[in-house]
């Protein structure tokens, strides 16, 4: 995390999701509306950013992904076991509020995220994302995300890369 004073932990019962404002209408109401279905379904698991301890800064959603070896560039897909596929941790939301936005707390959320994918037990190769628009791929290609050569919003960071970069 970044210096700010912020403390993540899963979203649970007792946060107040309802005053969350991050500029996109679709990433609020799922905020609001869907990501609980989503956690108790098992189909995402979702952290939250507070502000002294209370307030939702920001939030981002994990769930297992795959990522097919023949969309991957070449270069990297030819260093890759013969399998069809490659595990991936897909991050399907990241949201910062308003408010928070500009403090480096989508990056802290984001190297929250690489913490987490990296830290299991049940290997993945990379971090996955759908980015929603061109700002979003820029924020992160900004953060060494690679964009697939046919499918340019989706983006993703071989953990490896990402545990290398923590040793340095
Ligand atoms: C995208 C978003 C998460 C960024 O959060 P943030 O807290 O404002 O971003 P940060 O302050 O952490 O920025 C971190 C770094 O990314 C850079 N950055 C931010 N947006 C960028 C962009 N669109 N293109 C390139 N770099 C970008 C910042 O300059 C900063 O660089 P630095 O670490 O070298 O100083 C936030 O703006 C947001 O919630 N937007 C609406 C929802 C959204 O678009 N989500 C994307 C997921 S699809």
Do not use: N, W
């Not at 698991?45 to 070896?69: E, H, N, P, W």
């Not at 399907?92 to 500009?102: H, K, M, N, P, Y």
């Not at 403090?103 to 980015?131: F, N, W």
């Amino acid at each position: 995390m970044s210096a700010a004073p912020f403390f993540v932990a899963p979203l649970d019962a007792t946060h107040d999701r309802t005053g969350f404002r991050c500029g996109s209408a679709a990433l609020d109401r799922y905020f609001r509306e869907q990501v609980t279905q989503d956690i108790r379904r098992r189909v995402a698991a979702c952290f939250v950013a507070l502000a002294d301890r209370k307030r939702i800064a920001g939030y981002y959603t994990l769930a297992s992904a795959s990522l097919m070896l023949a969309d991957l560039p070449a270069d990297i897909g030819k260093k890759l076991p013969r399998y069809p596929a490659v595990p991936a941790v897909r991050m399907g939301r990241l949201a910062v509020d308003e408010a928070f936005s500009g403090q480096g707390l989508g990056g802290a959320l984001l190297a929250d995220a690489l913490v987490r994918a990296t830290g299991s037990e049940i290997a993945a190769y990379a971090l996955m994302v759908d980015a929603k628009d061109d700002r979003a791929v820029g924020f992160y290609a900004h953060h060494g995300f690679i964009a697939l050569p046919d499918s340019p919003s989706t983006l993703f960071l071989p953990l490896a890369t990402a545990l290398a970069s923590r040793k340095r």
